[in-house]
C-alpha cells in the first residue's frame, strides 16, 4: 500500500454517529489534519486508511446522505 507521508500516529478517532454498538458498519475520521480528512473502519484500526481532500470532505458527506 502506497503511504500518504502524513502521520497518522497522534491521531484522534471519532465514530460516525451513524455507527451502532452492535459491531455494525463502524466508520471513523480524524479531525485536526490539515488539508485532509483520513478514513477508516474502526473494526480494523490498523487496516487501511482513506484519505479524502479537506475540500472534497463536505461534498462526500453530502453524496452520502443523498437528496
Known sequence: ?????IDLSA???RKSSYSNGT???CVEVADGLTG????R???RPDGGV???GAA???PFVASLKGP
Not at 1 to 5: C, L
Not at 36 to 39: A, D, N, Q
Request: aromatic residues 8%.
Open 36 to 39: 485532509v480528512v483520513p478514513v
Open 56 to 58: 472534497a470532505w463536505g
Open 50 to 52: 482513506v484519505m479524502i
Open 41 to 43: 473502519d474502526s473494526k
Open 11 to 13: 491521531a484522534t478517532w
Open 1 to 5: 500500500m502506497a503511504s500518504s507521508g
Open 23 to 25: 459491531g455494525g458498519d
